[in-house]
């Protein structure tokens, strides 16, 4: 049995080259989880990723929302991003909308992937996970007070050719940073039904019949809406959130006492920005959006709602009477 156990290794990781990080298909589909501890969001995913022809698209819970991403190849001259999920108003009743921002000299607009590029992760050995050998692939980067760690299990499965394919597991960020002393973030997506076929065109068709409306303002604010991916798939961006904490902190008039609660409260808006946005996307009935409450916690929230009263407990009223009581005091 060791012997035969020896064999399986062999063949699950014997081709694996160490010194070469995976290259992804530049052609492939995928389905997902993305998974965000710190604000409670388990989110799924479907992607559609075709470099070679600049498209991509990724769905959020089921078809929901969708997004698309078209690079200059198909949407000259910068790119643009489009959505299209339901919307009320006062004249309609989640009415499927398309919403369109266009990219722009100092804001271009690319395809999305779902996998991260893997040009500077290190082999730092294998692993189980989800009932499969991986090989376990890390990257960390240091910026300013932050210790970011990104971690990729990846498994191979053989061609008739006898190449590997590189099939993604699972991918992971941990954040310290060493001015709070604590981790600031923790998100993790998981994959499956990876699929490196062609993609059919239709895939990337809009409607004929829907229009779709341009949608103002700077285009930092909506990378959240229009690309919520581009914050979690390395490399990311997430200009997004300084941009609304900036907002949100001069509109509330937000005053910190020094750079470890601007961090801490950044930290927390943060999160609850992202929670605001997937509640948001998964269209429950009601939607949410930025209050002065969003840097709060949950203990501090729980405190300014004061002790809730839950009714008499049945105890016998205390026997003795005040006069009573200063007798026996001392």
């Known amino acids: 049995w060791a012997l035969v156990f020896c ?49 991509s698209r990724i769905d959020y819970y089921g078809t929901m929302v969708k997004t698309y991403q078209l690079s200059s190849k198909v949407y000259p001259q910068y790119g643009t991003s ?20 266009n990219g722009s000299a100092d804001n271009s607009m690319d395809i999305q992937t779902v996998l991260p590029n ?22 960390v980067q240091t910026i300013g007070d932050k210790i970011n760690k990104y971690t990729m299990w990846v498994k191979y499965k053989k061609t008739l050719n006898g190449d590997s394919i590189p099939i993604p597991v699972k991918y992971e960020m941990k954040g310290f940073n060493s001015l709070l002393g ?66 949100f902190a001069k509109k509330h008039s937000k005053q910190y006492q020094n750079d470890v609660e601007l961090a801490k409260r950044l930290n927390i808006f943060r999160q609850n920005l992202r929670y605001i946005h997937s509640n948001n996307r998964a269209r429950r009935g009601f939607t949410l959006s930025v209050n ?24 016998l009223s205390f026997p003795y009477s005040e006069a009573v009581v200063e007798e026996m005091s001392p």
């Open 7 to 55: 064999l399986s290794l062999g063949l699950a990781f014997g081709y694996v080259d160490k010194d070469s990080p995976p290259k992804w298909s530049p052609v492939y589909t995928v389905k997902g989880l993305l998974n965000i501890p710190y604000a409670e969001i388990h989110e799924p995913f479907y992607a559609w990723y075709d470099s070679s022809n600049g498209k």
């Open 82 to 101: 489009i959505k299209i999920a339901p919307v009320t108003t006062e004249k309609v009743m989640n009415q499927e909308t398309c919403l369109q921002v």
């Open 118 to 139: 893997m040009d500077d992760f290190k082999y730092i050995g294998t692993d189980t996970m989800e009932d499969s050998d991986t090989s376990k692939w890390r990257m």
């Open 182 to 247: 604590s981790h600031y973030d923790h998100y993790y997506l998981n994959y499956k039904d990876y699929d490196v076929d062609d993609i059919d065109p239709d895939v990337f068709k809009i409607d004929s019949s829907m229009q779709c409306t341009s949608f103002p303002g700077p285009g930092a604010r909506h990378y959240a809406t229009f690309n919520p991916m581009q914050e979690f798939v390395h490399p990311a961006r997430d200009d997004h959130v300084h941009h609304e904490f900036d907002r």
């Open 292 to 315: 002065h409450l969003a840097d709060r916690t949950d203990d501090e929230m729980a405190a300014l709602r004061g002790r809730r009263y839950s009714g008499p407990n049945q105890g």
